[in-house]
Nanobody
């Protein structure tokens, strides 16, 4: 089970940190975790992913240099630090997990959280 939290309303240029708490069976450190987002009226798109073992991360071009994904295996939690937020970052953010290596392909993630809304507006 995945529980995403940390969304809210923030002004352009501001920051938010999203959390994805993972519970249930399996060893958390064996799971790759990713963030996706879905803006109103648009398809879900990839944001970032972090691998299960080596400190490998990957970002979409739209967030590279502004967002940072990290994980704390002791807390079974993955974070998405979002800085320099823009109105176009407004979306529902979903975290997803898979037993295996990280990928940008959403259909390869078997486990999904419920989403948390991020609104960037003045």
């Amino acid at each position: 089970q995945l529980q995403a939290s940390g969304g809210g309303l923030v002004q352009p240029g501001g920051s938010l940190r999203l959390s994805c708490a993972v519970s249930g069976g399996g060893t958390f450190s064996m799971y790759a975790v990713a963030w996706f987002r879905q803006a109103p009226g648009k398809e879900r798109t990839y944001v970032a992913t972090i691998n299960r073992g080596r400190p490998y991360t990957n970002y979409s071009d739209s967030v590279k240099g502004r967002f940072t994904i990290s994980r704390d295996n002791a807390k079974n939690t993955v974070y998405l630090q979002m800085n320099s937020l823009k109105p176009e970052d407004t979306a529902v953010y979903f975290c997803a997990a898979r037993y295996g290596v990280a990928t940008t392909r959403s259909f390869k993630y078997a486990y999904w959280g419920q989403g948390t809304l991020v609104t960037v507006s003045s």
